[in-house]
């Protein structure tokens, strides 16, 4: 009767593999009808940037998911949905030790903040604030990451993408 409740995770695995991260575990309406949230999980394993951009004079790199949403590696974006990033350390003898330090960034020129800790912590982005990108440093432990947007797929949250995010 509640075997429906036990939905399979999508995993996305990035080919080639990228340094630092895990596959993405991914689960929304996409995979399961009476999904009310699209959550994201993934392991840190290294000095890391969340969206790391496409190198100057490359090409662009954009990828279009099984529910058409079109993304890639940019570290600039922005929906019309709330959003909760949960960053937790893997150290079950000091759960106040994140395992690194993290940079996130959040808001657009001259509003824009950033914020550092290296303790387990909840970013909250309210809809319409840009954010990104999200640098993971001084690593010496893995960590999870748990991304929840307040929307039952990426394509009901009007997800907009920077595309003209460059490499320095």
């Known amino acids: 009767m509640y075997e429906k409740y036990c939905v399979e995770l999508n995993i996305k695995k990035d080919v080639p593999p990228i340094k630092g991260k895990s596959p993405v575990y991914m689960f929304g309406q996409d995979y399961f009808r009476d999904a009310f949230s699209w959550t994201e999980v993934m392991t840190i394993t290294d000095e890391f940037m969340m969206m790391e951009g496409t190198a100057k004079g490359k090409e662009k790199i954009v990828h279009i998911g099984?529910?058409?949403?079109?993304?890639?590696?940019?570290p600039k974006w922005i929906h019309n949905a709330e959003k909760v990033f949960l960053f937790c350390g893997t150290d079950l003898d000091h759960p106040e030790d994140l395992g690194a330090t993290v940079e996130f960034h959040?808001?657009?020129?001259?509003?824009?903040?950033?914020?550092?800790?290296?303790?387990?912590?909840?970013?909250?982005?309210?809809?319409?604030?840009?954010?990104?990108?999200?640098?993971?440093k001084d690593f010496h432990r893995s960590l999870?990451?748990?991304?929840?947007?307040?929307?039952?797929?990426?394509?009901?949250?009007?997800?907009?993408?920077?595309?003209?995010?460059?490499?320095?």
């Open 66 to 74: 099984p529910d058409g949403h079109k993304g890639g590696p940019y």
């Open 144 to 168: 999870n990451v748990v991304s929840v947007l307040n929307a039952p797929n990426r394509q009901s949250a009007d997800i907009e993408t920077d595309f003209t995010y460059e490499q320095e």
């Open 106 to 136: 959040l808001g657009e020129g001259t509003q824009e903040e950033v914020l550092v800790f290296d303790q387990p912590r909840a970013v909250f982005v309210p809809k319409n604030l840009r954010h990104g990108p999200v640098y993971v």
